[in-house]
């Protein structure tokens, strides 16, 4: 159990992992479930358990589409998609790597890259 | 100088665990005019009202300040005890020291001295008491039953066995609610019909009952024991009178494509129809959105083969004005829109039913004549995904917040019945939890998964895509296989929530009940009084009050009747003296009291006055019906010269209660 | 005035509930035990429409620092109009203050029906917040009151 932790995420995502049901509508609605190690349900569940280690160390994370129709189809306002932001955000900064140069930007940007994206990796590699 | 008595309540531990009973007592004892302050472990205990009778005897006292729970809750049994004693029970004030004291605070200092102040605040509030004396009105023997389903019907029947005439409003041509759209009945499978059309031609014979079908509750006014309600019978262009209900009009009615609400829209009926075979009252109605004659005057086709002349084109609607004593609200439920949740394709595909519509498509008087056919292309579907919680137990913005309490059990009916019929069709249930408590429930639903061989699959289903071979992809997690399936289905049903009928908000209004955030009716206590509405003289009877099932609806509605026959066999009530009074020498007759009172209780006088000159002056003054006052309290603040006070709650007895808290 | 050991200021603060649904709303607060500070003492009057503007100015020329009313929710009152009234002269007596020069947030309407314990509770919570964070009520407060 890791509390800070747990607080931590739902503090940085602004998501409320104890409002979940367990009815597994946010897994039942992910385009890239088959992807996953662990799935959408699991990552609320295991932030919910402060189960920090093994969803940190698990590639799942960086399988969400961050599509948000977990967040739309959740019945219990759960917003499993920014948990999961937040889980990455904290595996970004435990590495130390959450400095991103704004010259570096335009290069990895590609003309087709969603503006979401654009917004995402403001959001984790800026300071 | 007044004596008075303070009594301080432990109820247990409930208040005595926070706040240090002995030191209010104590403390409130030095308050000037206390004559006599304890305190008692259950002061609503026999010994402990004992207590309190012989302390009023004893030291003859004045007035009585009892600290304890809510005055919603033991304010009646403190008052009783008192005019036991023989003191006027308005001579007593509760401080609430549970609910908004000992309950509501942690810290024992702070809610003991808390305690002190709301006791100070009730010994300045009796101080100021006047006795006063009930009046008593007398009690209509009359019942209105507004909803004719089976909560109505049950209530209805039980309170017209007691001997009470009683009239049953509803707003559909015919009596028998969701119920008589239901197929089968769970747990025991017995057919809805059969058990519920005995009961609805009972109605109709019963000599004390009245069905007024078709009809609407348009205003409601007066109190208990004297409610006067407008009803509105909507024209039904058929007499009710002459129409036998042969069915010949309907058969004979050119306009053939209305959809038909009773099978929800999937087969259609006539212009001029007879809603189903065992409708009570069986008589036709012409649907004016429909009839040709109604339209444009051509046609004219059913007065002609109507042998007993009830065809009336020109029938408009009338208002009917009854005097009844007791209000039954039984208006229950509708399931919610389900088109909201896009995910489920509701709108796109036909194949994507509700449960009731799958109730009607396995009924043997519904579309297809009880066999099961998919909605699209009629052919017989192999295999059924059911989805629970479609809008229940969610967010506010998502749904409803509450459980809807059916869908498990329907749901397992459903699937235990197809599975019996068509035993080469695959079931999948989709759930999320199964909530099954009630007596045989849980047996019930085991059956279904154990003998019947229906597929529970614990997780939710995301989405639900119409195929272009007509099949529907059913995307759904797995959580106990942690995996994500895909099921081809020919027919998806969703359980969905149910709401209080939409028509609740507005009878709520009408009747001064009040109603919780999801429109349903709020009881007078949730535990020990739940067929009351807090509105004396309004009950609640099935779903109106909260989601139940059959059988909790039918012993709702026969508690409920068992209330209103109680109320009805009363000959007169004892009002609330706490009415308002006008001080007649500084009444100036302006009239603003009279035009603020919702009840219409004020009215003028002309009335000779002896002057200090000794000279004689008509005045014109303001004087309350106490039987129609209901101490609102409105006309109080309308004053302008502070002639008007409310018994109970006077202004000087406000003031004093106020200058005790900010002392 | 008021202070507690750390030698914050503690409000006192006077509710008004009508009987119908704002008191039944602030004893199902006390049925589920939710919390809310000890300074705001409640007192019980049929409806909402019986607290004459009188009754708040009184509370504040004895030395309350903050007054709320509560009733019914609008169309749900026990008598029909009775909130609709109160919220008419509540208007008025608002804008008296104003011209008083008492600052706007010491009085509060807020509609609590008898199922929304959880609501009265919040709303005594942010209503004594607020009051603490404005300080005591110097300007109706008759000192000759004081005790």
């Not at chain 2, 004020?602 to 002057?611: E, G, H, P, S, V």
């Not at chain 3, 002269?89 to 959880?118: C, K, N, P």
Request: with cysteine; glycine share 6%; net charge neutral.
């Amino acid at each position: 159990m890791n509390n800070d932790w747990k607080d931590r995420i739902v503090r940085m995502s602004g998501a409320a992992v104890q409002k979940c049901m367990r009815c597994g509508k946010c897994s039942a609605t992910c385009p890239n479930y088959g992807e996953m190690e662990y799935h959408p349900h699991q990552f609320v569940y295991m932030v919910e358990r402060g189960d920090t280690e093994r969803l940190m160390a698990s590639p799942s994370i960086f399988e969400c589409l961050t599509c948000f129709a977990c967040v739309e189809r959740c019945p219990r306002g759960v917003e499993p998609a920014k948990v999961i932001e937040a889980v990455r955000l904290e595996v970004i900064r435990q590495k130390g790597a959450n400095h991103l140069k704004p010259d570096d930007l335009p290069a990895a940007a590609d003309e087709d890259l969603p503006g979401q994206a654009l917004v995402t990796a403001l959001r984790k590699f800026a300071k | 100088m007044q004596k008075l008595g303070v009594f301080v309540c432990h109820c247990g531990t409930n208040i005595a665990a926070t706040v240090d009973v002995k030191a209010v007592a104590e403390a409130l004892g030095r308050e000037p005019s206390v004559v006599v302050s304890t305190d008692y472990p259950y002061m609503c205990s026999e010994s402990g009202q004992n207590l309190i009778k012989d302390a009023i005897r004893e030291h003859s006292l004045d007035g009585v300040v009892i600290c304890s729970c809510s005055p919603r809750m033991h304010e009646n049994t403190f008052r009783k005890a008192a005019a036991q004693a023989g003191l006027n029970p308005y001579m007593v004030e509760i401080a609430n020291i549970r609910e908004q004291c000992s309950w509501i605070h942690k810290d024992r200092e702070e809610a003991t001295e808390k305690a002190i102040v709301l006791g100070r605040a009730a010994i300045a509030k009796v101080l100021l008491n006047t006795p006063l004396t009930a009046g008593e009105s007398p009690v209509t023997k009359r019942a209105l039953v507004i909803g004719g389903g089976i909560a109505g019907i049950q209530t209805a029947l039980d309170i017209a066995e007691a001997g009470f005439p009683v009239d049953i409003v509803e707003k559909e041509p015919t009596i028998g609610g969701k119920m008589a759209q239901l197929d089968k009945t769970f747990p025991t499978l017995d057919c809805a019909a059969c058990i519920l059309t005995p009961k609805m031609v009972d109605c109709a014979q019963n000599e004390n009952i009245r069905i007024l079908s078709f009809s609407e509750v348009e205003e409601v006014t007066g109190f208990v024991g004297n409610f006067t309600a407008k009803i509105r019978r909507k024209a039904r262009y058929v007499d009710e009178t002459k129409c036998t209900g042969c069915g010949l009009c309907t058969e004979k009615c050119p306009v053939k494509k209305v959809p038909n609400e009773f099978n929800l829209g999937m087969d259609n009926r006539r212009a001029v129809y007879i809603p189903f075979a065992q409708a009570v009252p069986k008589v036709a109605r012409i649907d004016p959105d429909w009839c040709n004659m109604l339209k444009n005057g051509k046609c004219g086709l059913c007065s002609k083969v109507c042998t007993v002349g009830a065809i009336d084109y020109k029938q408009t609607d009338t208002v009917l004005e009854e005097h009844y004593g007791a209000i039954v609200a039984a208006t229950g439920y509708e399931p919610i829109k389900v088109d909201r949740y896009g995910e489920y394709a509701y709108a796109q595909s036909k194949d994507v039913i509700t449960s009731l519509e799958f109730e009607r498509l396995t009924n043997a008087a519904g579309p297809t004549s009880g066999t099961l056919l998919r909605p699209s292309d009629g052919r017989h579907p192999h295999t059924i995904v059911f989805i629970q919680c479609v809008g229940s137990r969610c967010t506010p913005e998502m749904g409803k917040t509450y459980c809807s309490k059916i869908c498990c059990m329907y749901t397992a009916k459903h699937a235990m019945l197809t599975r019996e019929k068509y035993p080469d069709t695959d079931v999948y249930v989709f759930y999320i939890d199964v909530r099954t408590p009630g007596k045989n429930f849980d047996e019930f639903y085991r059956r279904a998964a154990e003998e019947y061989g229906v597929h529970y699959i614990k997780g939710a289903v995301g989405k639900v895509m119409p195929r272009a071979d007509g099949t529907l992809d059913v995307q759904a997690s797995d959580l106990i296989m942690n995996e994500q399936l895909h099921i081809n289905a020919d027919l998806v049903v969703l359980a969905a929530a149910i709401e209080p009928s939409k028509t609740a908000r507005r009878l709520a209004t009408m009747l001064t009940a009040s109603m919780d955030t999801n429109d349903f009716f709020t009881e007078a206590h949730p535990k020990l009084r739940p067929v009351e509405s807090p509105t004396a003289g309004i009950f609640l009877s099935g779903v109106c009050q909260g989601p139940k099932d059959i059988p909790e609806t039918v012993s709702q509605a026969s508690a409920c009747a068992a209330k209103v026959i109680g109320l009805l066999s009363k000959n007169k009530l004892t009002g609330n003296p706490c009415v308002a009074h006008s001080d007649e020498w500084m009444c100036n007759g302006c009239s603003n009291c009279a035009s603020v009172c919702p009840y219409g209780a004020i009215t003028y006088l002309d009335k000779d006055f002896r002057m200090p000159d000794r000279s004689t002056k008509t005045r014109r003054v303001a004087s309350v019906n106490p039987a129609v006052c209901q101490g609102c309290g409105a006309c109080t603040v309308a004053c302008p010269s502070g002639a008007m006070d409310l018994y109970g709650f006077s202004n000087s007895q406000i003031m004093a209660e106020v200058d005790a808290i900010c002392k | 005035m008021q202070v507690n050991e750390t030698g914050a200021f503690v409000p006192t603060v006077v509710a008004f509930c009508c009987n119908w649904c704002s008191y039944a709303g602030a004893d199902l607060s006390g049925t589920n035990r939710l919390q809310y500070p000890s300074n705001i003492k409640i007192i019980r009057v049929p409806c909402s429409c019986r607290v004459n503007p009188m009754f708040i100015l009184r509370a504040f020329q004895r030395g309350a620092d903050g007054v709320i009313l509560c009733g019914c929710h609008p169309g749900d009152c026990h008598y029909t109009t009775g909130n609709y009234y109160t919220r008419r002269r509540m208007t008025l007596l608002f804008s008296m203050l104003d011209y008083l020069g008492i600052e706007r947030e010491r009085t509060r309407v807020e509609w609590v029906s008898a199922a929304e314990g959880q609501k009265f509770a919040e709303t005594m919570k942010s209503f004594a917040a607020e009051i603490a964070a404005l300080g005591p009520n110097r300007r109706l407060e008759d000192l000759r009151c004081r005790k």
